[in-house]
């Protein structure tokens, strides 16, 4: 029999839908008892036979109906965007008897510092840290997942454009180490987190790690010449900021790698999975076109 009930509220998403993958090979393993939870007016239909269903509506919910969706659920992955699991859902969470053993709220993303997280001009991330802190003033046992940026999102607009090469990095992200993640990839690793014995507060899963210069190197490997390399300044910086909470979240990815501030506390590297490379990322990129023309 699994050991431990899983709950993944969000499955239908790009992000839902890779943990849900891996969540679901897990419990048809008997790892774990996985349960999805979603909106009434989801659809369910890719959620495999076996695994039970459970109607809640995080931002509509009231506390009896948070409590009855997780009777019985000792680990919560959240993956719905943005914030849409609010402070009344957090508070509702936090009276659950018997508690939660572990609660992994949607952040998926990077060790943002301190300052970045109350950045104005980060307003994507400013939010998703008052709902992290908020949830852990509520004595919630928050477990983060932090990650490099996506791999379509890094090669799609990031200023990395494989298919003509040509990169536009922001201050010394040349010499700086950065990181992408593939979405099955980060999947494989939740997966294998949420069976650990007692779960820590916050994991990094790093894929492929690298600094501009080896990106760049493996451009010219790829094409046979050096790539064009430009400045992405502080006035593209303000300006995509002025675009909206998008191309802002966008320019923050940018400047954090440029200012040498990614960093991988608590790596975790799941079992059995080899991780993507830049080449690999890179020859996908060309593949699908992603990133031509196109710039965050």
């Known amino acids: ?64 109906d948070v409590h009855a969706a997780l009777k019985g659920v000792e680990v919560l992955v959240v993956s719905t965007p ?11 969470l936090a009276s659950l008897t018997p508690a939660l053993t572990a609660y992994i709220p949607s952040w998926f993303t990077a060790n943002w510092t301190a300052e970045e997280e109350v950045d104005p001009a980060k307003q994507y991330i400013v939010s998703k840290a008052a709902l992290r802190r908020k949830a852990e003033d509520l004595g919630l046992p928050v477990t983060t997942i932090r990650n490099g940026l996506f791999e379509d999102s890094f090669f799609g607009g990031f200023g990395v ?21 593939s979405l099955p990839y980060i999947g494989a690793a939740v997966a294998q987190i949420v069976t650990l014995p007692k779960l820590e507060s916050k994991y990094t899963v790093v894929e492929a790690e690298f600094t501009g210069a080896q990106l760049a190197a493996a451009l010219e490997k790829k094409h046979g010449k050096a790539p064009t390399v430009s400045k992405f300044t502080d006035e593209d910086v ?12 966008g320019a923050g990815w940018r400047t954090h790698w440029g200012k040498g501030h990614w960093t991988s506390p608590n790596r ?27 710039a965050w």
């Not at 943005?82 to 509702?92: I, V």
């Not at 454009?161 to 993640?181: E, I, P, R």
């Not at 300006?239 to 191309?247: F, N, S, T």
Request: no cysteine; aromatic share 4%; hydrophobic share 45%.
């Open 1 to 64: 029999m699994p050991s431990r009930t899983v709950a993944l509220l969000g499955a239908t998403g790009t992000l839902g839908s890779n943990l849900l993958t891996q969540l679901a090979a897990a419990h048809a393993a008997g790892k774990l008892r996985l349960v999805v939870l979603h909106r009434a007016s989801s659809d369910t239909s890719s959620v495999p036979a076996g695994v039970e269903k459970r109607v809640l509506d995080p931002a509509a919910a009231s506390e009896a």
């Open 82 to 92: 943005g914030t849409a699991a609010g402070e009344p859902f957090l508070r509702a």
């Open 161 to 181: 454009n494989a298919v003509d090469n040509k990169l536009t990095l922001y201050g010394d992200a040349l010499s700086a180490k950065f990181s992408f993640s």
């Open 238 to 249: 303000a300006a995509a900021v002025a675009k909206g909470p998008g191309p802002g979240l």
């Open 268 to 294: 975790f590297d799941p079992e059995g999975v080899a991780p993507r490379t830049v080449e690999q990322g890179i020859e996908l990129a060309i593949e699908q076109n992603l990133g031509a023309g196109a």
